[in-house]
Nanobody, 125 residues
Framework: QVQPVESGGGLVQAGGSLNLSCVVA????????MGWFRQAPGKEREFVAG????????SYADSVKGRFTISRDNGENTVFLEMTSLKPDDTAVYYC??????????????????WGQGTQVTVSS
């Protein structure tokens, strides 16, 4: 069973930075494309950023492009999300997602991947 585990959430002021991490146990980490999604209160879960199996490809939601950076360390089974210039609109529970198919990562399908439990990010104005 693949189980992503997120860490690094917290409270930060607008304009600040925060780094999230997600560790996936086991020896199959490089077989999964990895992504970050978020869900704000009263809203649907949305794609934030994604990275391919060895990190050659990345993609971002328009709302975070230029402010967030996704990266991965396959030796440590970890994917990171560096968030800068944070805004109150970035407040949400952030979820790590391990996807079997990078081409379908943005869909965030329950059938095609595995979800972490989420970590809260709160940006105060």
């Amino acid at each position: 069973q693949v189980q992503p585990v997120e860490s690094g959430g917290g409270l930060v002021q607008a304009g600040g930075s925060l780094n999230l991490s997600c560790v996936v146990a086991g020896n199959t980490f490089s077989a999964y494309a990895m992504g970050w999604f978020r869900q704000a209160p009263g809203k649907e879960r949305e794609f934030v950023a994604g990275i391919s199996y060895i990190g050659a490809g990345t993609s971002y939601a328009d709302s975070v492009k230029g402010r967030f950076t996704i990266s991965r360390d396959n030796g440590e089974n970890t994917v990171f999300l560096e968030m800068t210039s944070l805004k109150p609109d970035d407040t949400a529970v952030y979820y790590c997602y391990a996807a079997r198919d990078y081409r379908r990562l943005r869909e965030g399908s329950d059938e095609d991947g595995y979800w972490g439990q989420g970590t809260q990010v709160t940006v105060s104005s």
